[in-house]
């Protein structure tokens, strides 16, 4: 057989073929390359018994370790045992485990169906074998004592995978280079290339499993890394952009604009984006904060930067509603100033349109407040230096904005409502500079976080009854309107019926019931309003406005009242079903909250407080930081689901996990950007083999480095 290299068709590997080449093809690998970086999922004895580590819920499976504790209440027995990589439980209900004596310190093999109970995995009435602890067991034979278990489907199975990887590896010298600089492999102490691969297909041990990932993460992570450090590198070196002064009497000028003193957070941001747009480079800035925090502010102040150097500039709002908010809030602080703006509506009178335009392109205005649709595609700039994109709560799709100017290419802050954790924000905005305004304006009240059970419910509305009565307004809300996916629930519980005893399955309350139940039952001394999805747009404005004007003292809502509504007065908060909720929308929910000076009240009723459900109501009580949050969220859920299924062009990690590998990110991130410095294009010859590694990662995703 000849040698294999790494772009040879997997074909050629010894025992595949064509056919099971084609097969292969369907896991998308086609090259021996593709196999020897497709790595197992998780790891069996060669004895067939799997680490403790690795037990997947509702598989048999045979585990071996040493006996912690053994207890439990006659007749049943509860076991703990631990391999080294983590622990589990046997569990009997009535000793029938063959009779032979547990004791603590003994080995036992033990093979059963797992189950997961709270953080530890079970295996119920095992069959068992017991050792002494010095016994020598045969099983511990020779060879690798780990093999792979690998992610295949019906045409390709995970032991057809297992043997062709151990075809190539049989190969005396893999045909894998390093790629990585040699100072890197030295001074991060990283295993060989090769011998990280070869080794996370059949570790050994544990340790140098371990060692084996933590060469491949480091790697995966410093080519995503290096790919954001030439991506700003490069916007950095190609583009130019205009030189905005702040002078000390600039800055006088538009801090007297605003009734306070920006607070020690905004300060901050606005020294770093001043010194953002005086480098003549466009300068492309996150800034992140709850909403409420001060972002606004923050926007106004860059834009009257811009103005001051006698630029112009845009704020581009997702919606209409967005674009109108904006507007008016500036107008309040631009009140009495020379400053010219314009809001750019879907509906301007044609006249009034044209004129605006015009005035635009000859400079005549300085200020241009819309819709991102609008602004793009209509107006033609005189001299546009910043534009401020507000993103809201979509984040993960900057876009490329084309702008129509004579100037030279806007400076850029994008803001976000959306706490992004410093892992993802590391990741997907890799190449931006980034700020974050933590602190939120003074003058607050702070909320209070309460988990309640279903059967306090009747004591909630009683206490939340009489904060009503004294002045404050109340958001109830429920999950859905309809029952059309709840069919065994199909009647309605009578209005005021406690939902006490509701044992049976985890009851949903949808809008209409609460609103009936809470309007004829204990709150029907009140004002009470309804609002969800497939009301009229008029019926729900009507509803808002009432709300807005105390005419009401609760609103029973869908999650329509995630965004937009800004109603200072409403201090209390219900939310039912709340182990339904992920913890951002909890989140994002519990935001309309703590507007005022008052001390707000969030109450979270749920069925469930165990499990990732409780975890997340835990959450939720222990923190109102969005950013806290977002971490616990990410950590939670992982960052495909956190993200959904939004595309944000980063390489499928294999190995690392930004999450649990957070220290070798960092470390990957400083390597990276540190290597851009000094061979910005990656020329040097011992960078050969990186470019084309992070060439052939990104393919045509990001036009990266071809294009320099
Ligand atoms: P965001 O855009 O982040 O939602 P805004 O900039 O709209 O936040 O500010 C929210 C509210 O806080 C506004 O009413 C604003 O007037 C007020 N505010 C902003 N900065 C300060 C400050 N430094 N001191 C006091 N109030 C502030
Ligand atoms: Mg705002």
Known sequence: MSTLRVDSPVQYVKGVGPQRAAAFATLGIQTVGDLLHYYPFRYEHESGEVAIADLVPGTHATVRGEVLRVGGRRPMLRCEIDDGTGQCILRWFNQDYGGRSLFRGATVIASGRVQIYGDLAELVQPRVQVFAPDAVLMTQGAGPRRVGVYRGNQQCKSPLIRRSVLAVLNQAQLPLAEILPETLVQDRGLLPRAQAVRMLHCPPDEPQLAEARRRLAFEELFLMELAMALRRQRRMSLQQAAVLHVTPEIDARIRARFPFTLTSAQDEVVREIAADLQLGRPMTRLLQGDVGSGKTVVALYACLVAIANGRQAAIMAPTEILAQQHYANIQRYLAGSRVRSVLLRGKLPKGERDAALSAIENGQLDLVVGTQALIQKDVAFNELALVVVDEQHKFGVLQRHEFRTKGLRPHYLVMTATPIPRTLAMTIFGDLEISVLKQSPPGRGNILTKVVPRDKWETVLGYVHGRLLAGEQAYVVCP???????????????????????????????????????????????????????????????????????????????????????????????????????????????????????????????????????????????????????????????????FGTRQHGLPELRVANIVEDFALLEAARTDAFALVKRDPELRAPEHELLRAALRALFRDKLALIDAA
């Not at 859905?480 to 009851?507: C, H, K, V």
């Not at 004007?549 to 209390?572: C, M, Q, R, W």
């Open 480 to 642: 859905q309107i309809g029952r059309s996916d709840e069919p065994e629930t199909s009647t309605p519980p009578a209005a005021g019926q406690s939902t006490r005893g509701a044992a049976r399955a985890p009851e949903i309350v949808t809008v209409t019931d609460m609103y009936t139940r809470l309007s004829e039952g204990p709150w029907r001394d009140l004002r009470i309003g309804l609002l969800h999805g497939a009301l009229r747009p008029a019926d729900k404005q009507r509803v808002i406005r009432d709300f807005t004007a105390g005419a009401l003292h609760a609103v029973v809502s869908t999650t329509v009242v995630e965004v937009g509504v800004d109603i200072p007065n409403a201090s209390i908060m219900l939310i039912e079903n709340a182990d339904r909720y992920g913890l951002s929308q909890l989140h994002q929910l519990r935001g309309r909250i703590g507007r005022g000076a008052r001390d707000s009240l969030c109450v979270l009723i749920a069925a469930d407080e165990r499990g990732q459900s409780g975890e997340r109501l835990a959450a939720m009580v222990a923190s109102t930081d969005g950013f806290a949050i977002a971490e616990a969220d990410l950590k939670q859920r992982g960052p495909g689901e956190f």
